[in-house]
């Protein structure tokens, strides 16, 4: 069931629980109101120019639209397995209709990754059901299908929230070849996992580049540069 809240100007969208699974400001509908929102934007640090990119999970459309609106060079693909959750970020969310460079596929994103392997420079990956005690899908044999639908080059980032991480990082590790990063946590609770395919790295070492995002997209990539630089929250933590 979807559920509507609005607070202090933004519109909260809910899968009939208290859980936020999604926000917009009304007067801004295209800013990134969430704090881990805005981290899902961090492949901007290691592939700027993605021509093509893969979001499973809609919610209230934030990353799409703002990939949308300012990334103008990129097609975006959606996949959303409830068509409800669709309707309600065009109704609601001002998600705007398909065109040339967006569209919104009504599936289910663990076969639509096995079906599209190497198709994406970027993937990012935010998928909860109501009670948002953990992703959706969190095995290897989902990592490892992100991992494949990565063209070289290409990075994921996943939003992992809920119960405790343990699980998710080794299944992610294991994936990945332990090629991963953690940014810092969210106030909520979020944390957000750069991973990485062949032929891109998560060195920092252009951190001009870094600032060069901040300054045009205007995310704080400053915050996470420390982050990114030192040696925890890389590779499997036991």
């Known amino acids: ?31 990134l109101e969430l704090e881990y929102q805005r981290q899902m934007m961090a492949p901007l640090v290691f592939a700027p120019r993605p021509r093509a990119i893969l979001q499973l999970g809609l919610g209230a459309a934030a990353l799409t639209k703002f990939c949308h609106r300012y990334l103008p060079d990129s097609r975006i693909t959606v996949v959303e397995v409830d068509s409800a959750v669709i309707l309600a970020a065009r109704q609601w969310f001002a998600l705007p209709p398909d065109d040339a460079r967006l569209r919104v596929a009504c599936a289910d994103g663990r076969v639509y990754l096995d079906r599209h392997p190497a198709s994406a420079d970027w993937l990012q990956v935010d998928l909860y059901d109501a009670g948002a005690r953990g992703p959706v899908y969190d095995d290897v044999p989902f990592y490892a299908a992100c991992r494949r639908a990565l063209r070289d080059g290409g990075v994921a980032a996943f939003n992992l929230f809920g119960r405790g ?62 982050r990114l630089r030192g040696p925890s929250d890389r590779g499997m933590p036991c």
């Open 1 to 31: 069931m979807i559920t509507f809240s609005e607070a202090n100007g933004v519109r909260y969208l809910h899968f009939g629980t208290e859980w936020v699974q999604g926000a917009m400001r009304l007067s801004h509908p295209y800013r």
């Open 165 to 226: 991480l343990r699980h998710s990082l080794r299944a992610l590790d294991e994936a990945f070849s332990g090629r991963w990063v953690r940014l810092p946590a969210t106030a909520e609770g979020n944390h957000v996992i750069l991973a990485v395919a062949d032929g891109c790295s998560l060195s920092v070492a252009g951190m001009a580049a870094a600032r060069s995002v901040e300054a045009r997209f205007g995310l704080p990539v400053s915050a996470w540069i420390d």
